[in-house]
């Protein structure tokens, strides 16, 4: 919803000086310093904004402030210059209005800034798009290069703009701007040349020299020291807060935007140079035969670098400062000048270029920001003038500002007037005459054709003889002395001949922002701007093309005797198009007043805002605003705003706005006589009534406060109860539901308990009463078995004999024997000759049976398990069976190598093709093939042999040839003698006096030593044809090695070197053979 608010919202003293009451220029200023103490530096007199100088930035030109006024009504905000430029904007839009924004202002009172703000506004709400915003960008940048060219420090403002500006913004029918047309006032060119104490010369001057490149100056033939220049006032160069060469590069770039060639940049500059080097020549006088003084150029220097930048015959120009050609009908007069003449007409040329410069300008600009169509546009005038000027010594230039001042005046009489007549008529609202002060009257007195003060002053100028300020001044006086608005001590008027405040030399006028006295000291002189002919030739003739075109007096093809037309009479010219120009708009007035003379923040200066609003005539701006209806609103908001003060009209009306008001006003009893009733709008006529209106609705408001407060508050609090309650609800129902929870669960649970045990108790019953019941069913039984017992041993008792008991014993017996063999039937071991299985016996007395039963039962199945022998496994099995024999519980070894296979092979010497040699000087067939340790007696380490077994005889074999070490007869082979250890040592002893012999016995180790020793027992035997070969199994025992018997001797010894054992030779007739204890 929209938020309707209005200037009375919030006001901070009066926000509209039209509704201040009682009216009085105290009170005036008090509500100004009033607002201006709290920031609020805008206040309106009704459409008229006037604007204080805050000197500080004040954060009220930000972005979301423009979208804040846009599109509001003028008066729904707090006054504003963004609500001025939006109101002019809109109707310039909506209604197709031209506008004009009028803003006045003494130096420093902020008028170019407000001007900047009123643009910035219109360029931030217009259309949008690359080529208006190309427009947009010309039109504002325009502003520097004007202030550049047009500013000035002075000791009021050190941005004072030294010429009035006029620009006409134009637009089309949708509102973008389609480009622009600057007008400018009265330069004020004397500050070329002269500049008062405390002041300095245009900001360009300084700007060139502080902000162009070395190579610019140098080609500009220009020094970087400002002290080098006689136009340049040194006492304020450099300005605090404001950076000239910055500046400089600011211009150059606000240049080019606005579409400035380089080599216009360039001749600008070069002009701007040759003034400063203008200022720079000097004259001497030079003695003439004819007694007379002739000016001469002191140091030529200045004079020939100027001519070379212009482009200008030195001498031309030389000479154009030392003579002066008087034309008069066919003569030519030649006269010389002194050096007083000379610098004037040095002066008067610097000055008149500058301001054509100046001039050109614009008109360069012009051509840049020009609307490209020529369709019917809309046009938005800002006017940006000096104020009124009342000083000490005012001259011509403030009886020209103040003649301006007294048009916009009229302008602002009349358009306000007629406006307010257009809006009654328009409202059907009866006319009542106003009083007010028309100021055509002094208009008239200053620009009257006949006897007007300029009108006399352009006469004087051009009238021949001697022409003087007091020749004016007297003519004045004659003319003008029954004027009611002029004051002369000289005039006839006898009311001013003992007035000590107006001197003789000068004259006053009435004006209507205040009495002014002016000096006519140079009025001739400055009306008539005189540059001289032979200066105009000169400039015409330089080589250069921007000065030509400045100058086209002095082009020979258009030598006019006429006088140039005089200053005054250009300005009431200009004046009187502006003025035709403004009558044709819309206006809107921004009035600016300075807060102080120090440029200083939060000071306000009561005597000199009270000056500025009498001679800006702000009390008459009001009074005239007044002097009707002080105010008026469309009913709509009227109604709105004081719909609360009557009981019908609160809180909905329901039929029309109009009706609305008159039944509230009616209500209110407020005196008819205070407000009139016209088609839109209700007027008020005095102020007192708004404010009546407005007590009443701060005091309803404050009620209807008080009300929104007490539902509010009410509301507040019966939405915190409800939800408390609800909240409380949903805590008990969940705490409920946890409790009944809980002692559903404990419930629950005892009854379980409970149930459990009368379960129990129950099931113990019943068990109690079926343990009961079997006992009696046994009991039963067992007695029904006692009884039948004894009835049928009683039966049978009869029929016993003397040997019954013997039969029934075998018959039990056999009976027994019986269900035993069945037993066992069924009950045998498996056919394995190892399983050891045999089911107990059941009886005692069946012991014997039992052990027979079992061995002859194994017996059969080891035939069994025999009788599936091949002939092979036979021999392997009668191998192991001797071996058993021979070693069991003989040798420790013994038991390792029952499960091992007897494979007799282990070398496969016939496969084997690095035996095949050995294999082939065997004759017989090999029986075992292995590697054997041969122990040496030397040192009881053993080294590696091939040990064979034949059918006849043992060989050993070198381990890597395969070449026969020894061959032993198996005849010849008399005992083999082992240990009774683990260890695999054997000792082959040979009978004494074979042929082997020789060598001595054989002491060898092998790991298949037991499988070697019944193999070589078997076939050695029989070889023999013996009964068996001698084996000695005894842990000390004598090997014959050669010609020594030595003891081979067998001892425990602890598993160092793994499980081998190992062997020591002693001594030379011991050799020790540890074995490690089996584990
Ligand atoms: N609205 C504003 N907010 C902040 N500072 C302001 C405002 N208006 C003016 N000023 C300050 O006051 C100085 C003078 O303002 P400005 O140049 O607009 O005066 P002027 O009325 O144009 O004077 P002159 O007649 O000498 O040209 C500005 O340079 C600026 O520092
Ligand atoms: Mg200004």
């Given at each position: ?1052 010894g602890s598993p160092k070197n793994g499980n081998s054992a190992s062997c020591k030779r002693k001594n030379n007739r011991l050799l020790e053979v540890s074995v490690p204890t089996s584990p």
């Amino acid at each position: 919803m929209e938020v309707k608010t209005s200037l009375l919202d919030n006001m901070i003293g009066v926000g509209d000086m039209v509704l201040l009451e009682p009216l009085s220029e105290d009170s005036f200023l008090e509500n100004l310093k009033n607002r201006f103490d709290h920031n609020e530096i805008y206040t309106y007199i009704g459409s008229v904004v006037i604007s204080m100088n805050p000197y500080r930035s004040l954060p009220i030109y930000t972005p979301d402030k423009v979208e804040e006024y846009r599109n509001r009504n003028f008066y729904e905000l707090s006054p504003h210059v963004y609500a001025l430029a939006d109101e002019a904007y809109r109707s310039l839009r909506d209604q197709d209005k031209d506008q004009c924004i009028l803003i006045t202002g003494e130096s420093g009172a902020g008028k170019t800034e407000a001007s900047k703000l009123v643009m910035s506004y219109v360029a931030a709400v217009c259309g949008k798009g690359q080529e208006v915003n190309k427009v947009k960008e010309q039109l504002l940048q325009s502003n520097p290069v004007l202030e550049a060219f047009g500013n000035a420090k002075t000791v009021r403002n050190d941005n004072s703009s030294r010429f009035g500006k006029y620009m006409d913004i134009e637009f089309d029918f949708k509102g973008d701007p389609l480009g622009g047309v600057v007008s400018n006032y009265l330069l004020e060119k004397s500050r070329v040349v002269k500049q008062p104490r405390g002041e300095r010369n245009f900001h360009i001057f300084y700007q060139l020299l502080s902000g162009a490149s070395d190579d610019t100056l140098k080609k500009l033939k220009l020094d970087r020291d400002f002290s080098k220049y006689n136009y340049l006032s040194l006492d304020s160069a450099a300005v605090s807060g404001l950076d000239d060469a910055a500046n400089f590069r600011t211009v150059r770039n606000a240049m080019q935007i606005v579409g400035f060639m380089t080599d216009e940049v360039q001749s600008v500059l070069e002009l701007v140079a040759a003034v400063l080097k203008l200022g720079n020549i000097e004259f001497k006088p030079e003695s003439r035969c004819n007694g007379m003084d002739e000016s001469r150029v002191k140091d030529k220097n200045d004079l020939k670098e100027m001519c070379e930048l212009l482009g200008i015959e030195q001498a031309v120009l030389e000479r154009a400062f030392s003579y002066r050609t008087v034309e008069a009908k066919m003569e030519k007069v030649s006269t010389t000048l002194n050096v007083s003449q000379a610098y004037y007409a040095r002066d008067a040329l610097a000055k008149n270029l500058y301001s054509r410069l100046f001039s050109w300008l614009v008109t360069r600009i012009n051509e840049s920001i020009r609307a490209g169509t020529k369709a019917r546009h809309k046009v938005m005038g800002v006017l940006d003038i000096y104020g009124f000027e009342i000083f000490e010594d005012n001259s011509f230039e403030q009886f020209i500002i103040n003649y301006c001042n007294e048009k916009l005046q009229q302008i602002f009489i009349e358009l306000t007037l007629r406006e307010e007549q257009e809006e009654y008529v328009r409202e059907g609202i009866e006319w009542t005459n106003i009083e007010y002060f028309n100021n055509a009257v002094i208009c008239d007195l200053i620009e009257n054709n006949q006897n007007g003060i300029l009108a006399m002053l352009d006469e004087e100028c051009l009238r021949p003889g001697t022409v003087t300020d007091e020749t004016f001044l007297d003519k004045l006086n004659t003319v003008c002395a029954e004027h009611q608005h002029f004051e002369s001590r000289l005039s006839k008027n006898s009311k001013f001949l003992n007035d000590h405040s107006l001197p003789h030399t000068c004259f006053r006028i009435q004006h209507y922002a205040g009495k002014v006295l002016y000096r006519a000291e140079g009025f001739v002189d400055k009306n008539n701007d005189l540059l001289y002919r032979d200066l105009s030739q000169a400039m015409y003739k330089a080589n250069h093309s921007l000065i030509k075109q400045l100058f086209p007096e002095g082009s020979p093809s258009k030598v006019n005797l006429k006088r140039p037309p005089t200053a005054g009479f250009q300005f009431k010219a200009s004046v009187g198009t502006l003025m035709r120009n403004l009558q044709t708009k819309n206006p809107n007035y921004i009035r600016c007043v300075k807060p102080n003379d120090k440029k200083a923040a939060h000071i306000f200066t009561e005597s000199l805002v009270r000056h500025q609003v009498h001679y800006l005539g702000l009390m008459e701006n009001v009074r005239v605003r007044r002097a009707g209806y002080a105010f008026r609103q469309p009913y709509e908001p009227c109604l709105e705003r004081y719909k609360m003060l009557c009981k019908k009209t609160w809180p909905h009306w329901r039929g029309p706005a109009r009706e609305g008001v008159e039944v509230l006003m009616e209500d209110l009893q407020v005196p008819a006589e205070e407000f009139s009733y016209g088609r839109s709008k209700i007027f008020i006529r005095n102020p007192r009534t708004l404010f009546f209106l407005e007590e009443r609705r701060r005091q309803c408001l404050q009620d209807l406060a008080t009300l929104i407060q007490k539902i509010y508050r009410g509301w507040k609090c019966r939405s915190h109860f409800l939800l408390l309650k609800k909240s409380q609800i949903v805590v008990a129902a969940w705490y409920r539901r946890y409790a009944q929870q809980k002692k559903y669960q404990k419930i629950k649970s005892a009854t379980t308990v409970v149930q459990s045990y009368t379960r129990g108790w129950q099931a113990r019953k019943l068990l109690r009463e079926l343990k009961y019941q079997k006992r009696c069913e046994e009991a039963v039984t067992t007695i029904a078995a006692y009884w039948h017992g004894t009835q049928v041993r009683r039966e049978y008792r009869k029929f016993f004999r003397a040997n019954a008991g013997k039969k029934i014993y075998d018959f039990t017996i056999q009976r027994i024997m019986q269900k035993y063999f069945l037993g066992l039937k069924s009950n045998m071991p498996s056919m394995s000759p190892t399983d050891k299985n045999w089911p107990d016996r059941p009886y005692l007395f069946l012991d014997g049976v039992h052990t027979e039963l079992r061995r002859i039962f194994h017996h059969w199945r080891c035939k069994k398990y025999r009788s599936q022998f091949t002939e092979e496994k036979k021999a392997v099995y009668e191998e192991k069976l001797e071996a058993s024999e021979l070693f069991k519980d003989k040798k420790a070894l013994y038991p390792s190598s029952v499960s091992q296979p007897f494979k007799g092979d282990y070398l496969e010497i016939s496969k084997n093709p690095k035996y095949q040699k050995l294999n082939s000087s065997v004759d017989e067939k090999v029986l075992l093939a292995d590697v054997v340790n041969k122990i040496n007696r030397a040192n009881g380490k053993g080294s590696a042999r091939l040990f064979l077994l034949t059918k006849k005889s043992v060989v050993l074999a070198d381990h890597k040839t395969g070449q026969i070490k020894a061959s032993v007869p198996l005849p010849e082979l008399a005992s083999v003698s082992v240990s009774s250890q683990t260890d695999g040592f054997f000792a082959l002893k040979l009978k004494e006096g074979s042929a082997s012999a020789v060598k001595g016995d054989f002491l060898l180790s092998s790991e298949h030593l037991i499988e070697i020793i019944t193999k070589l027992h078997r076939i050695g035997a029989k070889a023999a044809d013996r009964e068996q070969l001698n084996l000695d199994i005894s842990d000390e025992f004598l090997v014959q090695f050669k010609q020594d018997k030595v003891c081979v001797k067998f001892i425990q010894g602890s598993p160092k070197n793994g499980n081998s054992a190992s062997c020591k030779r002693k001594n030379n007739r011991l050799l020790e053979v540890s074995v490690p204890t089996s584990p």
